[in-house]
Each structure stands twice: as C-alpha cells, then as structure tokens.
C-alpha cells in the first residue's frame, strides 16, 4: 500500500493509492519513521552519561503530610526548581509527581487515564540529615537528599531504584533568548548601550518563572524540528522529562505495548529503545522496538520472589532504554537468600524519555502477580465486561460488497455449520468514506440487513474513523465546522490532512463537550439505517494521516485547552473509543453493554472495549509473532486483545490459515480479517478436510464460552488478564519466564499452538502439577517438558489439574442461540483429588448484573463430594447436564445427588482404562445448589 503525493505550485492536490504486491515483498517503510537519534529530546537524554545527579534536595523544603511528602528539589547546574510530591496509595503503591514549581508555562497532566483519583493511605514519614524514610505497610520508600534519589522497598526487599544512575532530566520551559545582531561601526560606549538594551528582559531575571536559554545550551532541535519534508514549530522549545529506574535482582522486565518484539523485553543496548508513539504501521517488521499502534507506559518486573509494575503515566512521545547490568549486593537484604554467595546478582537498568509533561509514576508494588493486576486496575480501571456475543468468533474482510454479499456469507456460513457470532463492514460500505452513512446503491435497506442478521443471532458492526471528509453537505462535517468542533492547526485554523476520504478533518475528542457530541452521533435517530444490533470499530485513530509526519498528526497541531499534539498525542485514540463506548451507552439508556474495537489505545482503553494488533501479514512468522504481542498488550491491563486471524495483507495458505483458526480460538478477541486485494478466504471456501478442521476449532470455542465468560468476569472484578505468560500462574517457576509460544486461559487452560509449517510435532513444557489432554484425557506430569505428535487436525490443549470448568456442548450457530442451553462440568482432579472452579451467569448483554442479577456459583470436588454455592440472584431456563470427573482412580458404587433436602440417585459410567466418570443429567437448574455424593 504506497500513498502517493500530488503537488502543484507547491499544493496538496490529492494522493494516488498504489497497491503494491511485487515479488511478494511485505515490509514497513522504516524511513517514514523516526530513529531516536531523528527526535531531538530522545537524543538529549540518551546522550545522558551515568553518573551522579545534578539534581538535589532543599532540606529546608520539606513539607511532611499524613500521605507523604512534598519537597523542593533544584537543578545545581541550571538552578532551576522543581517540586517534588511522594504519597503512598492504598494496596501497597507509592505515587511520585516532579514538576517545575514556578513553569512560564503549565505542563500537560494526563486527566483521562485513571478510573479516579487514587485513594491515599496514611503513612509515617521520617526526616533525617541527609534524607527522608516513609513507611506505608510493608512498603517503604527512602529520599536520599544529594544527589536525589528514591530506593523503593517492598517486605524488606528492594523493589525499584529511581536516578541511581543519575540519569533525571527535565528541560524546564524558558524564553528564547534573541541573538544579539552582528556589531556595526559604533563606539564601545553605544555597543554596550544597545546590547544592554536588547537583552534587559531577559538579564534581569526578576524572578525563577523566567528562564532563559543560555547560548551554551542551543542543540539542534530545541526550538524547531524538521522530519523529512515536516516542519514542528516547537513554539515553547525543549520540555522533555526523563529518569532511570533499576530493579535489583531482576532479569526479566515485560510490558509497554505495542511493539512486535518478544515478550521478555529485549536490552536495547547498542539499538533502539522501546517507542511509545502511536502509529499507523502497516506491514510492520517482527523482533522490533518500532512504535505501532497503541501505547501503554506499564512494565512489570519478575523474579523468583517478587513483581513489581512501573506505569509512567504520560501520553507523550515515549522512548524506553532496557539494559543489564550487576546489584550492588550491599543493597538488596533479603533478595540475598535467593542467591548463593557467588552467583553475580542480576539487575535490569531503565531509562524512560518522554517529550513533554511531568514525572508522574506509580510504584506497584505486588508483591505477586495477581496483587500487581488488582493495584494497577485500581489506577486506570478494571477491564469492562464484554457482552457475550462478543466472545464469540467475527467474520470481517476489507470489504463485503453489498447486502447480498452479506446475505450469502451468513447462507454459506450455516449452510457449512460454522458458528460465527459478528459479520464486519469495512469502509466501503459507507457512501463516499463518510462516515454514519450508507452506500445507497449497496447497501439501500441497512435495517433490515441488520434485522435478518439479528433473527439468526447474529450482530453487525461498522467501521467509523476520526477523519471527517470535507464535503459540503456532509452532515458531521458541517455540524463540525459550525461548533468548531476540529483539531487545529498551530495557527489556529481547522487541521487539513488526508486520509481515506481525501481531504479530512480530525474530531477533537480532547474535549468533553465534542466527545457527548460525538456520542450523541450513535443515537439511532442520528445515526440513520442503525439498529441495536449495530456496532462499532474505531480505527485509524492514532490517529493517521496520510500527509502527516509520520503518517499521523502533526506534533504542533492544538487541541482543546490550547495543548499541542506532543502533550497528549497517545490519548488521542482511546478518548474516541470512549466517546464511541458512551454513545453506545446513550442509546439504550445506559441498559446495554456496548461493544467498540480500537486501533489505538493507551491505560485506560480496557474499560471501553477490545483492542487488535493490527495490519500483520498472512505468514507463519506473523501467527508465531501475535501470542507474545497479545500477552504483552494483556498483562498491561487490557486483556480483551487479538490478531486478525489469516493476516491482513497477503493470501495465507490452506495450512497456515488452518493454523491460525486453531490458534485464533484462544485470542481473548477472535476475528478473520483480510486486505481488499486478497483472496476470499472464508472458511467455507477451505476442502472439505480442512473446513472440517476448522469446524471443530470453532465448535471449541464455542463450547468453552461458559469459561470464557466467567474467566472475563473475573478480570473484569480483579483486573487480572485472560490470556496468560505462564509466569503469571507459575510465578517461581523459571523455565517459563521467557516462553511465549504456550499461554493459559484464566488458571486452567494451557495451550501451545502449533506454528510451524509442516509440523508433525510439537515440543513444550507444562509447568509443576498434573495436566490433561482435552481431547482424550491423556495425563502428563507437569516439572518437565514433553513431545507432543501431531496432525493437522491437532491442538496441543491441556486441562490443569484441580480445575472444574464449565462448558456448553450442544452444537449452535452463534452464541445467543445458546442462552438456555445445559452445562457441563468437567472436574480435572489434581494429585490430591481435588478441584475447584467457577461459573458466572447472567443475562449476557445487559447491565442489570451491577444490581445483583446474577449467578456466581463456586464449585468444589473434594473426598468424593462435588458441592456447588451460589452468590447473587438470577433467573434462568439453563440447567446442569452432565458432570465429567476425569482422574477419578476407580469405579463407584453409588452416586447420589441432594438439594433442598431431596436426594436422588444418578445414572453414570465409568471408563477404567481413560479414569473417567460421566455423571449423566443431574436434572438441575444451575442456580440450584447441590452436593453429589459418590461412593
């Protein structure tokens, strides 16, 4: 795909779309995009030598709170002063804020990330001679005073170092200092008269608000800045912020997305740093440190015997450095005993740049995984939870051609027994590219295209971008420039790019009034031909630009409140998949749950929607590449994440298309997604063989939406991810800190899909414990790793022993249709024989579980008795059907079930030769407690 420019006398005329597939040849454009070393304030920092800090308490500064403390820190070489803010937040986090105490200039603070301003927590703060100490329950946080430094502890262990390595640097706000003109022919008398004159203003200096720059200090870059053919401005000059952050006895750092890297995080020693800056990168490159599309400032630091989370809460261009290096042992206490005396101590070294804005961390300080999940949701919000039909599997290609095309995807889709739950509409069906419109010729009755799909169950969604076309008579575009509702420019005029329609404007959702306006779009009444059964995909809303540095907006364009792009460009995207959400919610009256898909996103999106990784490429190497993508994006908080399975660009083969099914049913957000110039490639158009395949991978996830949903509504109520690093479950287990080709649903299932072509084995390790093969019940010994055969028809899915996960098993087209469907239990003992687990039921779309409509129902197996409780209140046709005990050591003799005081005995089988017991038709509504009793 090549974007083409048209000038004339120095006009943008339009751009030519070239679609390119020559010799097969699919890679990004590296060029488009920026190097550190081609952003200026990323080469400043960098340029950085380790070393002791500039940097230093005022002693006498010291103000000391019932949460913390504030204190005055000043620069010794610019003598410039900042205030420095340290409060401890309740479930074991600290919050450190440095910002210029008297700016000529106010600095972005991001407002729309956190779900509220963190609770504080009372701490005790003491002062020494050189420092100040607070404690905070088993969190403690030592000032040194000079050089400035912060030593983060947690249980007595060093958790995280802030400017050890002295590596803080805020380029404060200051006044251009004007160059004083060449020297004419004058006395020495009126030369110094008139360079006095010049520069009085500045000289003087009444007070620390007005900062000059010194001509020591002019770099290239400070006032303007200029990428290939676009100029910044820079009209306020430097104002990045940066410091290092260490983490002793740490390895293993994992985090910040979006990058197409590994999901241990790589050194960038001798390379690129880790870039935060949302962008449109299609045909991204693997194994890269490239920003793409979304951005979200968290990391998470392992070991064998903590975890901790770092989240830089700044919307700003971002860059990241990760080194290695050694502790320094004097320091770590008790981190000591997890090494012998000899060992060399791991540390991992930090470094974080950002453009723009203040310091503002979060120190999370866990200590273990799931407490890291529950305190980083505290901050930016829980997941929110998906109404059911969007777990489901969703049909999308760039683009299905009109209401008939529709009509026969969803014929030919039942007609082959797939179940598919979402058939998408790409661009193309809108009138023009403008947006909240239909193409009348194509799609002439959009409500009841809508409606024959809602009578087989299904849902719609359309494609809705933040460009707006220029078109005179476009309602959203007239709308928009008569309540100057734009992005601007950094003269003050209307912000003119291009994007699919041609020449475009950009909603400024940085304003809460233009965000209710844009909601109000969604309305049915304003958004003509929609129904409820109608959704929404946000995309492009890095928001891309085709004639943009970068492919996106300029840096010095103005948004609401007078900030430049630069101050709140990675936001940008996740306030549009908020309007968009909230618009959803206006239009059912805040009953229904919505559900948007964005491109971009930053902290915070989880509690909109889902979120998908992207333009990849129909290649093995991309399928391999999107299971540590999607445990990066999951484990910083936002787990409803996926890939478009079969690769947007390029044509998959049948074998790799099958592949990607049997891995796409794992994705927490499941959707094929194809180009416009690639071959159809529903599956349906697969041999008979291979549709079978991907029929029964299909019917897998359908089956297991019971456990699907109960493990969301867990995030949802904990923040802990759905899709799992198996160090999440197995926190002391070192053999997986760095896999990333296996990965467990929830607690239960693990599953290591096969991701290479012409496989006919697949080697992986299951953690300590027992585990289950789901398709025969094969038992293998966890602690080791093991060779698995396989064909094509073949997933590598293992049960852990000691869960109970519910299923449904009855054959449906699309998940509504399953609503009063019987369950299954499958009880996969563990070496104790025992197992527990959970279902979550309720009305699957609404919001009425937030007033108590629901079933929580907690299972246990222990002794022989599999008992069930239940949490809240729900009422439902859906009943329990089967109970399959697989690990069950020998044959019963009687097997009774009780409830409400009633017992009765139940039919079973049982297989010796497999240990497994089938429990046929309990009879019993799923709301009704239980106990079943086998002797």
Known sequence: RLWVCIEMDGKILGFLLILTFLGGIYSVDKNNFKTCDQSSFCKRNRALTPGESSYAVIPDSLMIEDFGCKMDMINKKTRVVFRVEIYSIVDNMFRIKINEKDPIRQRYEVQDSLVKEPELQKCTVQRSSHGVHITSQGAESIVTFDPFRIDVMVNGEIGAVLNSRGL???????????????????????????DEEQNEELDEEPDESVKELRPEEEQPGLWEETFKTHHDSKPYGPSSVGIDISFPGVEYVYGIPEHADSLALKSTNGGEPYRLFNLDVFEYELDSRMALYGSIPFMLAHNWSKTVGVFWHNVAETWIDITSSTANQNILGKLM?????????????????????????????????????????????????????????????????????????????????????????????????????????????????????????????????????????????QEAEEKDLYVKKSDGSVYDGWCWPGSSSWIDFLSPDIRKWWSERFLLDNYQGSTLNLFTWNDMNEPAIFNGPEVTIHKDAKHYGDWENRDVHNIYGMLQQQATFEGHLLRTNNVERPFVLSRAFFAGSQRFGSIWTGDNIAVWDHL?????????????????????????????????LVRWYQTGIFYPFFRAHGHIDTKRREPYLLDEDKRNIVREALRIRYKLLPFWYTTFYHSHMTGMPVMRPLWVEFPRDKNVYTTEDQFIIGSSILVTPVMDQGATSVQLYLPNGIWYDYDDYTVYNGGKRHSISVTLNKIPIFLRGGSIIPTKQRIRRSSSLTHNDPYTLLVMLDNEGEADGQLFVDDGHSFNYQNGKFILKDFKYSKGNLTSSSTGHFETKEWLERVVIVGYSKKPSVVNINSRGVSNELRYKYDSSMNVLVIGKPGLNIAEDFTILIT
């Open 337 to 477: 005993s997890m090494f012998k005396s000899t060992d060399t101590i791991p540390q991992t070294d930090t470094h974080w740049i950002s453009e723009s804005g203040i310091i503002d961390i979060f120190l999370v300080l866990g200590p273990r995984p799931r407490d890291v999940f529950r305190q980083y949701s505290s901050l930016t919000g829980t997941p929110y939870l998906p109404p059911l039909f969007s777990l489901g599997y969703h049909q999308c290609r760039w683009n299905y051609n009109d209401e008939q095309d529709v009509t026969n995807v969803n014929r030919l889709l039942d007609e082959h027994d797939l179940p598919y739950d979402v058939l998408w509409l790409d661009i193309e069906h809108t009138d023009g590219k403008k947006y909240f419109t239909w193409d009348s010729s194509k799609f002439p009755t959009p409500k009841d295209m809508q409606d024959k799909l809602a009578k087989t169950g299904r849902k719609m969604v359309t494609i809705i971008d933040p460009h707006i076309k220029r078109e005179s008579g476009y309602h959203i575009h």
């Open 624 to 656: 391999r590449a999107s299971i540590p993508m999607i445990l990066s994006i999951s484990i910083a908080g936002l787990p409803f994440a996926g890939a478009d399975v079969g690769g947007f660009f390029k044509d998959p083969d049948p074998e790799l």
């Open 168 to 194: 803080l640097n805020i380029e404060h706000y200051r006044k251009k200092r004007v160059p004083v003109p060449e020297p004419t022919e004058t006395t020495d008398e009126e030369q110094d008269e008139q």
